[in-house]
C-alpha cells in the first residue's frame, strides 16, 4: 500500500473525476494537467510556512516544468481545448 495520506488520496480522486474526459480516464493531458495542478497548489501553501524547504522547491519546479509541457503538447493539438483547461485550472499564462 501507498504512503499517501487518506486525505490526499480523496483529494486526487475528485481532482481526477472532474477532470476526466470518460470513465477511467487517468491518463488523457486534461487529467495529467489538473492533478499536477493540484499538487503545485498544495506546494505552494507549504512554502508560505517552510520557506527553506529548498528540496521539495526542486520537486515543484519539476512538476510546474512537466505541467508546462503538456500544456504545450495540447496547445498544438487544439487550441480550443488548450483554452478550456487554462481557464478550468484558474493557470496563468
Known amino acids: 500500500m501507498s504512503q499517501v495520506a487518506p486525505h490526499r488520496r480523496v483529494a486526487k480522486t475528485a481532482v481526477i473525476k472532474d ?5 477511467n480516464d487517468t ?3 486534461e487529467v495529467q494537467i489538473a492533478v ?6 498544495e506546494l505552494t ?6 520557506k ?4 521539495s522547491r526542486r520537486g515543484l519546479l519539476k512538476m510546474v516544468s512537466q505541467r508546462r509541457q503538456l500544456l504545450d503538447y495540447v496547445k ?12 478550468k485550472n484558474g493557470i496563468r499564462r
Do not use: C, M, V, W
Not at 19 to 23: G, M, P, R
Open 36 to 41: 499536477l495542478t493540484h499538487r503545485i497548489n
Open 52 to 55: 527553506k524547504d529548498n528540496h
Open 76 to 87: 498544438a493539438k487544439d487550441n480550443a481545448r488548450y483554452q478550456k483547461i487554462i481557464e
Open 27 to 29: 491518463g488523457s493531458p
Open 19 to 23: 477532470s476526466a474526459t470518460k470513465a
Open 45 to 50: 501553501e507549504h512554502f508560505k510556512t517552510h
